[in-house]
């Protein structure tokens, strides 16, 4: 474990002010506890490596390859099959539709005859997963405020040829920059 940072008396006394209001929380685990105050010392310290971002820059045309300059896939199945069994889908699925009349996760905005764009990413996978013989995962990172309507969402796909799984993103208190309260 590295060593604590050294705070001046006033930083140390937010900090601690902090951690008595962050360990109250029930809605984040122990380990999101952690990881936030961890980075908020690290703030406070000056720890933090700053982005300088002079250094950053639009990628050179010769780290890019243009998609017509790829090499063609294999014609034969099995390659294909081969690599797709290296594939996940992973979806961002934490946002609300809510600018979009949606009460639920924007996921399940209906976009054409009647299917919603989950129900097109499930039927774009599960005919990967027909025609190569793969199983090709969707996963599907929730907020807490989508998680438990997506839970409840992919039961409908029990029967799919298709594996979903779910996980939270993470979520992090929200403070005041002058006092930390």
Known sequence: ?????????A??????????????????SDNEKSGFL??????????????EWSKIQT??????VPYDKLAPL????????????????LKLNGGLG???????????????NGLTFLDLIVKQIEALNTKYGCTVPLLLMNSFNTHDDTA???????NSNIEIHTFNQSQYPRMVIEDFA
């Open 1 to 9: 474990m590295s060593p604590v940072p050294a705070l001046s008396p």
């Open 11 to 28: 930083d140390a006394e937010k900090l601690a002010n902090l951690k008595s209001a962050v360990s109250s929380l029930t809605q984040i």
């Open 38 to 51: 961890n980075l908020v010392t690290r703030y406070l310290s000056g720890e933090a490596q700053h982005v």
């Open 59 to 64: 990628p050179t045309d010769d780290v890019v």
């Open 74 to 89: 294999s014609e034969d199945p099995a390659e294909t099959k081969k690599l797709l069994d290296k594939l996940v889908v």
């Open 98 to 112: 809510t600018t979009m009349g949606c009460t639920g996760p924007k996921s399940v905005i209906e976009v054409r």
């Open 152 to 158: 409840k969402i992919v039961e409908k796909y029990s």
